[in-house]
Nanobody, 123 residues
Framework: QVQLVESGGGSVQAGGSLRLSCAAS????????MGWFRQAPGKEREGVAA???????SNADSVKGRFTISQDNAKNTLYLQMDSLKPDDTAMYYC?????????????????WGKGTLVTISS
């Protein structure tokens, strides 16, 4: 089992920045890929950014050039640096991980989930 705990959410104005963190514990050596997903009210959960164990990232088109995913393997921590935030980025952000070779931004491919951290962007 793998446990994931997110932190760093909050409320900022449009154009601002936030940095999310996700601390992983448990059998982290089995993880192939970790990622960030978000779900806004009334919408489906969507992939935002993901990174595999080799460090190769994948970003959704909606966040390219604004969000950067990174990982610190020594600390078993995943990060999401979010810049130039827009009101449309408002959502609950979840950290997720998978031990399978899955499509990196597909939420249905993830095996473990955190409880989420809320990001609210005001105009």
């Amino acid at each position: 089992q793998v446990q994931l705990v997110e932190s760093g959410g909050g409320s900022v104005q449009a154009g601002g920045s936030l940095r999310l963190s996700c601390a992983a514990s448990g059998y982290t050596a089995t993880i192939y890929c970790m990622g960030w997903f978000r779900q806004a009210p009334g919408k489906e959960r969507e992939g935002v950014a993901a990174i595999n164990r080799d460090g190769s990232p994948s970003n959704a088109d909606s966040v390219k050039g604004r969000f950067t995913i990174s990982q610190d393997n020594a600390k078993n921590t995943l990060y999401l640096q979010m810049d130039s935030l827009k009101p449309d980025d408002t959502a609950m952000y979840y950290c997720a991980a998978t031990y399978t070779i899955a499509t990196m931004l597909d939420p249905y491919g993830m095996n473990y989930w955190g409880k989420g951290t809320l990001v609210t962007i005001s105009s």
